[in-house]
């Protein structure tokens, strides 16, 4: 973290331009900090210092007050350097607990969509309905069903009790319908257990990214909003790796299910231990508590600040909303954005191109398909980290169009090599390539943006509720693209579909240019404010 460069203090009335000041007590020899560089800071200090306009009170000790000035400076100049051990930044550790915790909900959601990937023979074997396409669909789909409630009553349960109450809450249907999964010997029993996940998957994919985006420091917002995606591909690369037993083994699939119940128990237990929103402390009116969470998560000089400005918006926008307020501006246009995001980001074709990515490997002579699964989960989970390196240094804005115009060279790429090959080998080798270029760029913007910059243009009044529509959105649209991607690749072909993938994420980047605002380095507040303005 680089110190800032001008301190802007507050003017004095007596504050002479000849004041000789006292050093401040401090120890520079107890932190590694260039006492060169320090001596230039303070000295512009002083100048700014010396230069305010008088005014009245001339009773006020002039140099006691710049004395304390400084040393202020000094103190924060100091700890800013001392946030770093060995050049490394660490003022996310105060934090990353709580948020670490928290996305564990992702890791269940990205193991439960894995967890289905190989052992459905299995599964509809021994259940008895083997052969018949349609059960076995509605066994993969009943989730989404699930999930789309679950992100629809999101908001009333987050408004009433907190993030983290809600998140303890919501995760007990995760471990219920994992073990009744794991018990299911009955068709109806597997689609109940799969409904009931889904259900707990809905609420926590919503509420995750809110509550990262209000309890993560400004300066750290965007890189820990990244461990949403980050957990999902950890769950997915998790949930395919056990599987390979089931290779062998026929009922390993029940194994799988129990295992999903442990990080359900952890999570319920980690959040009893993580903070509350101060966010939504504040709008319940318990102060105290929000003061008590800020300074030990973003630092103790940033409390009353950070305090005074929450409180002026939720005094502004009330703490209480009705999804009419979708229907007003400025959170109509929120609302829409949100809901324009997920629907293109689901029509770029993220879905189809992972359902169809083990046809593409098996071409290239990779015949297992939970190997070319768990090949293109490392992608993703490569792309998630970069992103998390890239997302406060480049901005969301800029993140986001880039990785959509990947997006559409990857799915141009893979349309070229189908069809204009120039020898079948060759074909298939770029094939493979572009699909693993689609995957990484999606997993460097188009993932993990879309779910963080939502709640950062939210309003506090409404953020929940522009969550839940957004999220409801992009499931609607999931089941669609899961629904018909086969049948349009049987009735018009594969270059046909990928060619308009590669449309959709070029007009995905055009929208990003015109209608994303940049959040990098603003507290929700501020965004707010500013949009609140524009409207």
């Not at 350097?81 to 564990?104: I, N, Q, R």
């Not at 959709?504 to 990098?520: D, M, N, P």
Request: glycine share 10%; with cysteine.
């Amino acid at each position: 973290m680089q110190p800032s460069a001008v301190l802007h203090l507050p003017h004095h009335s007596t504050i002479a331009s000849s004041l000789t000041v006292t050093p401040p007590k401090l120890s520079l020899n107890q932190v590694h900090y260039p006492r060169k560089c320090l001596s230039l800071k303070l000295k512009r200090v002083r100048v700014r210092v010396r230069s305010s306009p008088p005014e009245s009170d001339p009773q006020t000790s002039g140099s006691d007050w710049e004395r304390s000035e400084l040393e202020t400076a000094a103190e924060s100049l100091i700890k800013e350097k001392g946030e770093k051990e060995g050049g490394f930044d660490v003022g996310w550790l105060p934090v990353f607990p709580h948020v670490l915790t928290a996305s564990m909900a992702n890791f269940l959601f990205g193991y439960h969509i894995g967890v289905m990937n190989g052992p459905i023979e299995d599964i509809a074997r021994e259940l008895g309905f083997q052969g018949n396409p349609f059960l076995e669909g509605l066994v993969v789909s009943i989730f989404i069903v699930g999930a789309f409630i679950g992100s629809i009553s999101f908001s009333s349960l987050v408004d009433n009790l907190g993030c983290k109450r809600t998140l303890q809450i919501d995760t007990i249907p995760l471990i219920l319908g994992a073990f009744l999964s794991a018990q299911a010997h009955s068709i109806d029993e597997m689609l109940w257990g799969r409904f009931l996940v889904g259900l707990g998957v809905g609420v926590n994919t919503v509420l995750v990214p809110l509550y990262i985006s209000e309890v993560s420091p400004t300066k750290y917002r965007g890189s820990l909003s990244t461990l949403c995606q980050i957990g999902t591909c950890l769950g997915i690369i998790t949930a395919l790796s056990l599987a390979i037993p089931s290779e062998t083994d026929p009922h390993w699939w029940r194994t799988m299910f129990y295992i999903a119940c442990v990080p359900g128990l952890a999570l319920i237990l980690g959040m009893q231990f993580a903070v509350e929103s101060p966010r939504w402390l504040c709008k319940v009116g318990r102060l105290n508590e929000a003061r008590d969470i800020i300074g030990k998560l973003w630092g103790t000089e940033k409390v009353e600040k950070s305090i005074e400005e929450i409180v002026t918006v939720v005094e502004t926008s009330g703490n209480q909303s009705s999804w009419q307020e979708l229907l007003v501006e400025p959170h109509k246009r929120v609302a829409l954005i949100g809901g324009a995001l997920f629907f293109l980001q689901q029509f770029a074709g993220i879905n189809g191109v992972l359902y169809f990515s083990s046809l593409t490997f098996h071409d290239v002579g990779i015949t297992s398909g939970a190997l070319a699964s768990l090949l293109v989960g490392i992608t993703n989970f490569g792309g998630a980290l970069v992103a998390s390196y890239l997302i406060d240094k480049q901005g969301r804005r800029q993140l986001l169009i880039g990785s959509y115009i990947g997006m559409a060279c990857s799915m141009f790429l893979i349309v070229s090599a189908i069809s204009f090959p120039l020898d079948e080998g060759s074909g298939h080798a770029l094939t493979v390539i572009g699909t693993l270029m689609y995957i990484f760029t999606f997993a460097l913007g188009a993932g993990p943006v879309t779910g963080m910059i939502i709640p950062e243009l939210s309003s506090a009044q409404t953020r929940s509720k522009v969550m839940g529509f957004s999220f409801t959105v992009h499931w609607v649209c999931n089941f669609v693209v899961g629904l018909y991607f086969l049948e349009l690749v049987r009735r018009f072909g594969v270059g046909a579909v990928y060619s308009t993938f590669g449309g959709v994420s070029l007009l995905t980047a055009v929208f990003a240019y015109y209608f994303i605002v940049e959040t990098k380095g603003r507290s929700l507040e501020e965004i707010e404010m500013s949009l609140s303005r524009r409207s």
